[in-house]
């Protein structure tokens, strides 16, 4: 795989771009408006018409914008793959840098595919028993009127469940014993 920067992924992907039937030409239009109005500008408009130029064969148009955006850096080529990604997401997909990308070779990428599964293996149950304890703590508070009391057994879940959750929670729930314990 080439290097990690956008330069090296554009060398790596220009002669997949370049073959033919892979972009259409309003594709390109769209990636070059896109290019020449973001700020800071990459394609100047003198640049964007040339480049833009029904006259040229596409496949030489999008190799010499290719290469232009080579020459102007490594944020140029970052911009012209935001815009692929934009205007020709099936393209980008099938890229043949992302591929290298989703295959991963070196342990710190190894790791870092561990991590999003390590984050993520919580699943649906786990999310059904966090919805249940907030839908029953909003049902009790629903349900409980001026004329049902709380003991003092009921204070004390409210307030030891209080500590569980964010300041927001907390003072809500700490309002509520409040005004619960003006009342009695």
Request: net charge positive; aromatic share 10%.
């Amino acid at each position: 795989m080439a290097g990690n920067s956008y330069h090296d992924r554009l060398q790596e992907d220009a002669p997949y771009l370049t073959s033919n039937g892979k972009l259409s030409e309003r594709a390109v239009d769209k990636i070059i408006l896109q290019l020449n109005r973001v700020y800071p500008q990459i394609i100047y408009n003198k640049d964007a018409e040339k480049f833009r130029n029904p006259k040229t064969p596409l496949r030489k148009r999008l190799s010499d914008l290719l290469t232009y955006l080579q020459n102007k850096g490594d944020l140029a080529c970052q911009e012209f793959y935001r815009a692929l990604r934009n205007n020709a997401e099936s393209v980008y997909a099938t890229l043949p840098s992302r591929n290298n990308l989703s295959n991963p070779s070196s342990p710190v990428e190894i790791i870092r595919s561990q991590e999003k599964i390590i984050l993520n293996d919580r699943g649906p149950v786990f999310f059904l028993a966090c919805f249940s304890v907030a839908a029953g703590l909003a049902f009790l508070m629903y349900c409980n009127t001026s004329e049902l009391k709380p003991t003092s057994a009921s204070k004390k879940v409210f307030g030891f469940s209080a500590l569980g959750f964010g300041r927001h929670i907390k003072n809500i729930l700490i309002s509520y014993l409040e005004e619960v314990s003006v009342d009695n």
